[in-house]
Structure formats: C-alpha cells, structure tokens
C-alpha cells in the first residue's frame, strides 16, 4: 500500500512511513523520482493514532538529514573501495618491493601483508543487481564469516571479487582442503540465480606471496568456470588434475563409454534423473549438496536418487562407479 514516489509521510494500518529517495545525480531526469534508497518508519498502536500526526511531522523534518547522511556514507563506500582497489594493485605489480607508503596504507586497512597468506577468487556469472559494481556483497562476507573463512576483500570488477585469509604462523598442510570444503559450503547458501564460480590459491608469505596466491585463485576459478555446476570451487593444487580430467572427457573412448552407461537416463522423460545424478556427482556424492545446489527437499533428492541406481543398475556409494559416472557425465555434457 506505500507508494514510493511520493516524498510524503504516508499512513497504512499499523505504520506510518516515509521515504528516503537518493540524492539525483548528474544523469537524473529533471521531474523524475530519485529511486528510494530507506524507509523511516513508525509502526504504532490503536492507542497511538492521535500522536501518528505529529509523528509524520517529524519524520517529514527528519528526512533530508537521513538523505544526506546515507549520501556521505555512500561516498565514503565508493572512496574505500577505489582505495582499496588501487592500493591491492600496487601490491601486487611491486610483489616483494611495495613501497613504505603502501604498507602504512595496507595496514590501516587491516592488511598484515607479512604474514601468510590464501588467495580466494569468486565470480558471479549473473552479478546481484541490488549492488554496486565496486563493493562486494555483504551475503558473501556474512556466508563466508559463518563458516569460519575471515577475509579481506576488494571488488575487482562487476561480479568479480578478489578475496584472501591472512595468518601469522605458516597453515597446516590440511587447513587448504579444510578451507577449500568451507568456501564450497559457504556459496552453496547464496542464491543460485548469482551463479558463483571460485578458485583457491596456495598458501604464499608476504607481499610477493599474496601476490602469487590471487593469480593462482584467479586461474583455478576459469577452471572452475569450465564446470556446468554452480557454484562451482576449485583449488589450484587440481588444475593439473584438471586438464588431465578434460582430455579424458574429450576422447572418443570416454564419450563411447559416457553413451553406454547412460543410456537408462536417456530421453527428455528421464532429464531430471540425469540432471540430480550431475549434481550429485559434482558435489562429492552428498544428497544434502545436492538438495540445496538444486533447491529441492532431501527426500525428493532421495527418491531421484533411487530411480537413478535402479535404472543403471550399479551402486552409487562406491567411488569407482562414481568416478566412471562422473566423467561420463562431463563427456556427454562437453560440446
């Protein structure tokens, strides 16, 4: 029942609200409406309908300091992300030489560039359209924080985000793999429609070393792109798996396989079979992946699932039949 474009106090059952609309910029058309950037609101009582009046007396007065406040914080948004930007190349073109004034900066922004580091590299292939281009979305850092996986992070591109994780002491031999299944965990809660692809670099030291573990992200998240699961996570240390991986897939030997083996789920009657038994695959044999990468209930993922190995006839708990699966799905699915 609110009507944005009114830049009144506006009264509906139960609430009286105003809307704060952004201040124009230099491309507004003149007697247009700003798009609405917050509500005040005011949700009230029966008994506080005599005080509604004077109260949208003052959220009309309150309006234009709310307006310009939100504008200075936007600003200031807009001017660290540049900076951070600007300030994450310099480290990475002068690696081991950067310059005092880019450690001090570093460091006022929490960057420890000494200590060890892991690079993290996220792309979203349809980018959130409710965020600005130069910030990373605030779901993935919260994502990512509920799982453990504290980074710093600068907005690369639309939809592209340079991440890292910082620690004084060299990481255990296991702890990539533990962050590798954490990063995996932490996308698979965003919405599927952002269609997330990432890549995760090796542990490296120092300016130099951050510098290396962001390209080796970078380079482990086109391969990462190359899957048609989203969202998608690689680590580095797989890309030569993954090049042997896709030249197994592209031989007429794999693909003669991939037609046999597959045949059951052959058909546009059986296409959401096949389509779970990929997902499945892709997300390491776990139904409860597969229910969320697919947004569907476990039991119906079960259910699939069962129809799946009564039609090809071979149990899906042993590694070997998944493996074979797997790279015959990847064949029928390469073009």
Do not use: K, Y
Request: overall charge positive; proline content about 8%; aromatic content about 4%.
């Amino acid at each position: 029942a609110l009507r944005p474009r009114l830049a009144v106090p506006q009264r509906v059952p139960g609430l009286l609200a105003h809307p704060v609309h952004a201040v124009p910029s230099a491309g507004h058309l003149p007697g247009g409406t700003a798009p609405v950037t917050a509500w005040l609101v005011w949700p009230f009582e029966r008994a506080d309908e005599d005080r509604a009046d004077t109260v949208a007396l003052g959220l009309a007065l309150l309006e234009p300091f709310v307006r310009s406040w939100l504008a200075r914080a936007r600003t200031r948004a807009d001017h660290d992300s540049a900076v951070r930007r600007r300030l994450l190349a310099e480290v990475v073109t002068g690696r081991g030489t950067v310059s005092r004034e880019v450690v001090e900066q570093a460091v006022a922004l929490g960057w420890r560039l000494e200590d060890w580091h892991v690079g993290l590299a996220v792309r979203a292939e349809e980018p959130p359209a409710g965020d600005r281009p130069g910030t990373v979305p605030a779901p993935l850092l919260a994502a990512l924080s509920r799982h453990g996986v504290a980074t710093q992070a600068v907005a690369e591109g639309d939809g592209d985000w340079a991440l890292w994780c910082s620690s004084g002491p060299r990481p255990a031999d296991d702890e990539p793999r533990l962050l590798l299944r954490r990063v995996r965990r932490a996308l698979a809660e965003l919405p599927a429609d952002w269609r997330l692809v990432a890549g995760l670099g090796r542990p490296r030291q120092g300016p130099g070393g951050l510098a290396d573990t962001l390209t080796e992200a970078r380079n482990a998240a086109r391969l990462a792109a190359a899957r048609d699961v989203r969202p998608s996570v690689e680590h580095t240390d797989e890309l030569g798996v993954g090049r042997l991986l896709a030249a197994w897939q592209q031989s007429d030997i794999t693909r003669a396989f991939a037609e046999t083996a597959l045949a059951p789920l052959g058909g546009p009657e059986h296409a959401h079979l096949l389509a779970t038994l990929r997902v499945f695959l892709e997300h390491g044999g776990s139904a409860a992946a597969t229910a969320r990468a697919l947004g569907l209930h476990r039991n119906t993922v079960a259910a699939r699932l069962r129809q799946v190995r009564e039609r090809l006839g071979v149990p899906l708990d042993d590694p070997s039949n998944r493996l074979a699966l797997q790279m015959a799905c990847r064949a029928m699915s390469t073009p």
